[in-house]
């Protein structure tokens, strides 16, 4: 992913409204553009949710990694005075 600017296709947005409406996600609005549904804001709370839960997943598991990492670390460390 880019940071850099970049004018899209007005076509492919277009597109991907059209089949949202089809879908029930969106639907015209009395001004001319497009609102979410009740069964839109539902689904998009629904990937909300899951992509929190993935996310705290993985925080967990680099958390674990990182206390492996410090045990082992302090364990090389013991055996090095050991040695000396």
Do not use: P
């Not at 004018?7 to 001319?32: C, P, T």
């Amino acid at each position: 992913c880019t940071n850099v600017f970049c004018k899209s296709s007005g076509k492919i947005a277009r597109y991907v409204l059209q089949q949202l409406e089809e879908m029930g996600l969106v639907e015209q609005a009395e001004d001319g553009g497009r609102v979410i549904t009740k069964e839109g804001q539902r689904e998009l709370d629904t990937v909300a949710v899951q992509a929190a839960e993935v996310e705290e997943q993985e925080e967990e598991e680099r958390e674990a990694a990182a206390r492996r990492a410090r045990a082992l670390d302090a364990h090389w460390e013991r055996g090095l005075r050991f040695d000396e």
